[in-house]
């Protein structure tokens, strides 16, 4: 058997030699990379699930403005480019999915009732490329084109305005000299969205109709362009921002919503400090383990010094068993992180609290996801840690002086 | 001093490095807990009395269905009667009338659809922090005055300034149409970005005329000395209402049940990571108490057969873990209490944190306090952990037999 073997086989069944202390030491360890992998997939499923409904309102991993829109969303703030132009140069570059919008405040009024909301022109089909809210419709039917002369609403405006699909709403905002734009709309069609404010909050209408009440010829307020994957979209950036006109202001979503933007890297912090503050918890048990097995076995250590085993595989027999008390830990408290984890795919439904969720900006169905990384980041840490910290008993088991050791009581 | 006491203190001490390295996780644990705990519970209350005091009040009598709905003939009539009577029945004087509809609002330039409130000069300084944060101008005090107060950012996006003219438009109670011409009497920069974008509060008087409300209001806001009291003055309350009135009132967690849902949410996923810490620490403990036990083995069968009852010998492992557990939690709340009390100076920030904190009405750096209860609170959960985690070696002394454990080595 070759020298590796040794050490192995020695540090492996020194490890059972007491198996409560083991076992219960892998319980430690298990219940902690459970803790770490299961707790860490729930944050990862509402993040991503917060993400994924911010960029769904008005979407777009890409956002162009006039560059004073976003703190004055004004139909003055319009942007250099017309919607002709910007499709005309979208299709030249060979991007597909892009919109042009119109957004502007306004009141949209029932016969009975009046609310503040969000007023928005879109060409229906470029939307639906993005996946837009408004595309999820719940009752009658979708917009049928930038000239369709319906609105759809949301369910939750509906309700508090006390109308419905078929009626009629009156919206007014105002045009770029200030006089009142207004015009009546049939309500074609209501949506649904996750998040209850997103319904209050936004209607939808053709563009061109919603050009023409605004009298703003063929001008728009945003360009919203997606690309494949919402994490890296740098390229995009850099693309869109050759296409537009210098004065507009071209974003990336991460800036667009500072908070989502933030929650992202807040997450990512969180995730490691995580794993971290349930490594240190685990350290002095670890530490505690190896210190007791070393102590136990000063008369032995002292015999195979004597013997003539070097100091260093002494210290790395020590090392190789507390490395296998970890790496069994691990595999189970991963194996049951999978284990508990997968029966909750289809989401927990945590709608009890469903209004403190959307404070977060969160949706009252939380799906666990795992991700890779994350077990691969909690994995290497304990191993990395956990080797740092059986150094010292190691490295104390090693120097012992032989006779002293065999001597000791 | 007792004799099984000193004989548990001076077992601890056999092993002072096993023993610290328990302590240590204990501290570890105890210390992270106090912190956390004192950080969440002072910002929970930030966030409840922030949220509240802007606007909602403790209490409010309103008509049914109006908290969800807020349409406008939803209105409690002969409004003011009845708040005379609520502040003579329940003492209270911060006891305001308020009413509340959607209107465009139209500077020379601009227009944006806000939600107007009317309010009753005399004592909405009463019940909301608004009046107070006039940082221009002043609060209207005629209560038929046609001044009107708007938020910071709606000011700024409405280019206008205190002296300048507003010109109102919206639906009345009647659904019929309702206009006015207002001047801003002063700007309020409430630091909520929700209030200083949407809101405007015209007086009272003036806005019954204009939206034909006659003598009915939508609420009542109540603020109680205390949010303990709230449930008291809230059935106080109700049993002031005329007889054969519909009216409800709200505490307010029926009013805001974001709130206190966002802090369950919070405070589940918190004690879920806080019970992986106390199982943690509890191994750890098993693990230590469990060796001593077995390195007795020898000397408890010694004393066992000298008479000496298994049931004392359990008292006297608990009675060690009682020690530790003491030790441990002392320890833990002065590291804990120093750590808080380092930040309750300085500040507690973490990258990003202004943005989050931000959706809760908090501030982005929090000044925890330490309270006896969150001192104590964690670390006590620690301790009670960790002598049930003891009681495992402690009752394996029962299957002890004297003269085998005599033999053992």
Redesign the interface.
């Known amino acids: 058997m070759n020298y590796a073997g040794i050490i192995i086989t020695l540090a492996w069944r020194n490890l059972w030699r007491?198996h409560?202390?083991t076992l219960?030491?892998v319980?430690?360890i298990s219940?902690?990379a459970w803790?770490m992998i299961f707790?860490t997939s729930?944050?990862r499923g509402m993040v991503n699930d917060m993400l994924r409904d911010g960029i769904r309102v008005l979407p777009g991993h890409v956002q162009v403005h006039h560059a004073a829109y976003r703190?004055?969303?004004?139909v003055?703030n319009l942007l250099a480019m017309t919607a002709g132009e910007v499709s005309a140069a979208m299709t030249a570059a060979g991007i597909e999915r892009f919109t042009a919008r119109v957004r502007v405040?306004?009141?949209i009024?029932s016969?009975?009732?009046?609310?503040?909301?969000t007023f928005v022109g879109v060409d229906p089909r470029q939307e639906a490329l993005l996946d837009a809210i408004g595309s999820a419709i719940v009752e009658g039917e979708a917009l049928s084109g930038p000239d369709d002369k319906g609105v759809i609403i949301g369910q939750k405006l509906a309700?508090?305005l006390?109308t419905r699909v078929g009626k009629r709403v009156v919206v007014?905002?105002?045009d770029p000299d200030?006089e009142?734009a207004d015009r009546g709309f049939r309500v074609v069609g209501l949506y649904a969205a996750n998040l209850a404010v997103q319904e209050e909050t936004y209607a939808f209408a053709g563009r061109e109709i919603v050009q023409a009440m605004l009298r703003i010829g063929d001008g728009v307020s945003e360009v919203a362009v997606s690309g494949d994957d919402y994490r890296d979209v740098s390229q995009l950036l850099a693309q869109v921002s050759a296409l537009m006109d210098e004065q507009d202001e071209v974003l990336p979503w991460q800036e667009l919503d500072?908070?989502l933007g933030?929650?992202l890297?807040?997450m990512d912090?969180f995730v490691l400090i995580?794993v971290i503050?349930?490594f240190?918890?685990?350290s002095?048990?670890l530490?505690?383990?190896l210190?007791?097995a070393v102590?136990?076995r000063v008369r032995e250590i002292g015999l195979m010094l004597a013997l003539g085993m070097r100091p260093s595989s002494i210290l790395a027999q020590i090392i190789v068993e507390s490395i296998l008390l970890l790496v069994i830990g691990l595999s189970v408290g991963n194996a049951l992180a999978f284990a508990s984890i997968v029966p909750l795919q289809d989401g927990i439904d945590?709608s009890?609290?469903?209004?403190?969720?959307?404070?977060?900006?969160a949706s009252s169905v939380l799906y666990p996801e795992l991700q890779m990384n994350d077990v691969v980041l909690a994995n290497i840490v304990v191993l990395l840690l956990g080797f740092l910290a059986s150094l010292s008993p190691a490295w104390r088991a090693s120097r012992y002086e032989p006779v002293e050791a065999i001597t000791k009581v | 001093m007792n004799i099984t006491l000193r004989l548990a203190w001076r077992n601890l001490w056999r092993q002072p490095r096993r023993t610290w390295l328990t302590i240590g996780a204990m501290v570890f644990s105890n210390a992270l807990l106090v912190f956390m705990i004192s950080l969440q519970f002072g910002m929970y209350d930030l966030m409840i009395d922030n949220t509240l005091q802007a606007f909602t009040g403790h209490i409010q009598v309103q008509a049914p269905g109006y908290k969800d709905d807020l349409k406008m003939r939803q209105v409690v009539p002969a409004v003011n009667a009845l708040a005379s009577d609520i502040r003579r029945e329940t003492g209270l004087d911060r006891v305001a009338v308020r009413s509340a509809a959607f209107a465009l609002v139209s500077s020379e330039d601009r227009s944006y659809g806000v939600q107007v409130f009317g309010a009753d000069p005399q004592h909405e300084a009463q019940v909301s922090s608004l009046p107070g944060l006039v940082r221009d101008g002043r609060f209207p005090t005629d209560a038929n005055a046609q001044e009107i107060v708007i938020g910071a950012v709606l000011a700024r996006n409405l280019r206008v300034s205190v002296g300048d003219e507003l010109t109102l438009l919206g639906s009345g109670r009647d659904g019929s149409f309702a206009a006015a011409v207002a001047t801003i009497s002063g700007i309020f920069d409430s630091g909520i970005a929700d209030l200083d974008r949407n809101i405007a509060e015209v007086p009272l008087g003036f806005f019954n005329d204009v939206f034909y409300m006659e003598d009915a209001g939508h609420a009542i806001v109540v603020v109680t000395p205390n949010l303990d009291d709230v449930e008291a003055y809230r059935s106080r309350i109700e049993s002031l209402l005329p007889v054969g009135s519909n009216l409800v009132v709200h505490d307010w967690n029926a009013l805001q049940p974001g709130l206190k849902q966002a802090i369950q949410a919070d405070l589940s996923s918190a004690f879920f990571m806080y019970g992986v810490l106390v199982v943690l620490v509890a191994f750890s403990v098993m693990n230590t108490q469990l060796m001593s036990v077995l390195e007795r083995t020898h000397e408890f069968g010694i004393v066992m057969s000298l008479g000496l009852t298994p049931g004392r010998l359990g008292r006297l492992v608990l009675l060690e873990t009682v020690l530790m557990g003491l030790a441990g939690m002392l320890l833990g709340a002065l590291v804990g209490g120093a750590i808080t009390l380092w930040f309750s100076y300085n500040g507690f920030s973490y990258p990003g944190m202004d943005q989050l904190a931000a959706n809760f009405n908090l501030p982005s750096r929090f000044y925890p306090q330490a309270t006896l209860l969150t001192l104590f609170a964690g670390p006590a959960v620690v301790f009670i952990g960790s002598i049930c985690s003891a009681t495992y070696p402690a009752l394996r002394l029962h299957w002890l037999h004297p003269v085998e454990a005599m033999r053992a080595v």
Not at chain 1, 352 to 361: D, L, N
């Open positions: 007491n409560r202390r219960i030491m319980a430690a219940v902690g803790a707790m729930l944050m703190d004055d969303p004004s003055n405040p306004a009141i009024s016969e009975r009732e009046s609310r503040g909301i309700d508090k006390d007014m905002s105002q200030n009142v500072a908070y933030t929650m890297g807040v912090g995580w503050v349930i240190l918890a685990l002095f048990g530490v505690n383990t210190v007791m102590f136990e945590i009890i609290v469903a209004e403190g969720m959307e404070m977060f900006g």
